[in-house]
């Protein structure tokens, strides 16, 4: 047996619009001036703005013609935040939590139940703290034990740059340390980047150019 009808009426304001669907599990959808503007399926799923369903199941999809928003809005002094959970009690209700801390205009990233201690958190003014809500730097790194940092290429030729560490100013370039893929070091300066000393993969030392020793 399937419905449609007109659903109109005055809850503190106006409430106006079409409701047409099935109500053999199937699909529900609200219409407004003649177009569909939210559907919920047998399965759960929640579209609006469109009838096409996104990846993955139970999920809600939200689509527009141009640029599409979802916005959560919370007080001054209050937090915004999205909850990823794989149980309905406990700490399984928040195994993951992303966190907008309205006061102090920072976004905090939670894992594995723990919503005390954030594992990223980007302050109001930019700088990045990894197991450090009050990082000093641009990018702050913590760990209790041995802390690294790791860059990683899919290089294989022996004298290829497989990475470094680049210094600029907002337009020239200062300093470069660079690694090759057979282990060999070589560290650049000016804005010419030219090399100034290389450690080899033997573990020799060149100073002030890149052939000879200027000792080992």
């Given at each position: 047996?399937?419905?449609?009808?007109?659903?109109?009426?005055?809850?503190?304001?106006?409430?106006?619009?079409?409701?047409?669907?099935?109500?053999?599990?199937?699909?529900?959808?609200?219409?407004?001036?003649?177009?569909?503007?939210?559907?919920?399926?047998?399965?759960?799923?929640?579209?609006?703005?469109?009838?096409?369903?996104?990846?993955?199941?139970?999920?809600?999809?939200?689509?527009?013609?141009?640029?599409?928003?979802?916005?959560?809005?919370?007080?001054?002094?209050?937090?915004?935040?999205?909850?990823?959970?794989?149980?309905?009690?406990?700490?399984?209700?928040?195994?993951?939590?992303?966190?907008?801390?309205?006061?102090?205009?920072?976004?905090?990233?939670?894992?594995?139940?723990?919503?005390?201690?954030?594992?990223?958190?980007?302050?109001?003014?930019?700088?990045?703290?990894?197991?450090?809500?009050?990082?000093?730097?641009?990018?702050?790194?913590?760990?209790?034990?041995?802390?690294?940092?790791?860059?990683?290429?899919?290089?294989?030729t022996a004298t290829d740059n497989i990475g470094g560490v680049?210094?600029?100013?907002?337009?020239?370039?200062?300093?470069?340390?660079?690694?090759?893929?057979?282990?060999?070091?070589?560290?650049?300066?000016?804005?010419?980047?030219?090399?100034?000393?290389?450690?080899?993969?033997?573990?020799?030392?060149h100073t002030g150019y890149t052939s000879g020793f200027g000792?080992?």
């Amino acid at each position: 047996t399937s419905f449609t009808g007109d659903l109109t009426g005055d809850v503190t304001g106006n409430l106006t619009g079409n409701v047409t669907g099935n109500i053999n599990n199937t699909t529900l959808l609200l219409q407004t001036g003649g177009s569909e503007r939210l559907r919920i399926t047998s399965a759960g799923d929640v579209a609006i703005g469109t009838d096409v369903m996104g990846a993955g199941g139970r999920s809600l999809t939200l689509a527009g013609i141009g640029a599409c928003t979802f916005t959560i809005r919370s007080g001054a002094s209050s937090n915004g935040n999205i909850y990823f959970a794989d149980g309905t009690s406990g700490t399984a209700q928040y195994m993951g939590m992303i966190e907008y801390n309205q006061p102090n205009n920072r976004m905090s990233f939670y894992t594995n139940g723990d919503t005390s201690n954030s594992k990223l958190r980007i302050t109001s003014i930019g700088k990045v703290g990894i197991d450090n809500n009050s990082p000093d730097n641009k990018l702050s790194v913590y760990d209790v034990g041995y802390c690294g940092l790791e860059l990683k290429s899919n290089r294989s030729t022996a004298t290829d740059n497989i990475g470094g560490v680049h210094w600029k100013t907002q337009s020239t370039d200062v300093a470069y340390l660079q690694s090759l893929v057979d282990g060999t070091i070589r560290f650049r300066n000016t804005s010419s980047l030219t090399e100034r000393l290389r450690i080899d993969s033997s573990g020799h030392l060149h100073t002030g150019y890149t052939s000879g020793f200027g000792g080992d």
